[in-house]
């Protein structure tokens, strides 16, 4: 199942690339993404996979029951911009002026929403459940996860994964 589940993933590449850059033009500072949050609500909806949203802010909860028992495991990814200009000239260059998505949080969040695509797809072969977290307001003090922790984001979770693009330029 793990060798089918990567390679679904590598298929959803061009939706992946579609979300990503529907995010990069439309970035929201932190605690102010509540259209990125409607758009990351959307996709679950069109998925068919539950969610809470709301949570600790704009946070997104949403949870894929697999179908063998296991582990609850948590992967999440931030969705907040930096105030920057982006200076890029680039077809899908931000179109909010001084604000821009120049860490990789919409990566992180499209890279998110494929893995709960694929895994959909796997969901009776599944063990245990997946949790994916959206958090918001990651970039500024005092953050989008401890207000989503308090409000139980967390709870039942066995182990929380998360990753961090590295962009090169040359």
Not at 26 to 42: Q, R
Not at 45 to 60: A, M, T
Not at 68 to 86: N, S
Request: charged residues 25%; hydrophobic residues 35%.
């Amino acid at each position: 199942m793990w060798e089918q589940l990567y390679e679904k993933i590598d298929g959803l590449y061009e939706r992946m690339v579609e979300d990503r850059r529907y995010l990069h033009q439309h970035p929201e500072l932190s605690f102010h993404e509540k259209e990125t949050a409607k758009y990351i609500e959307n996709r679950y909806d069109e998925l068919g996979i539950p969610y809470k949203s709301n949570i600790g802010g704009y946070g997104i909860v949403a949870t894929l029951e697999g179908g063998k028992p296991g582990k609850t495991v948590a992967l999440r990814a931030d969705f907040d911009a930096l105030p920057i200009q982006e200076e890029n000239d680039v077809p899908y260059k931000s179109k909010v002026d001084g604000v821009m998505h120049a860490c990789g949080h919409d990566g992180h969040t499209a890279s998110l929403l494929a893995v709960a695509e694929a895994a959909l797809q796997f969901k009776d072969e599944l063990p245990g459940t997946l949790v994916f977290l959206h958090q918001p307001a990651e970039e500024y003090a005092p953050g989008g996860a401890k207000p989503m922790i308090d409000e139980g984001a967390l709870e039942g979770v066995d182990a929380v994964f998360g990753t961090h693009l590295w962009l090169v330029h040359r």
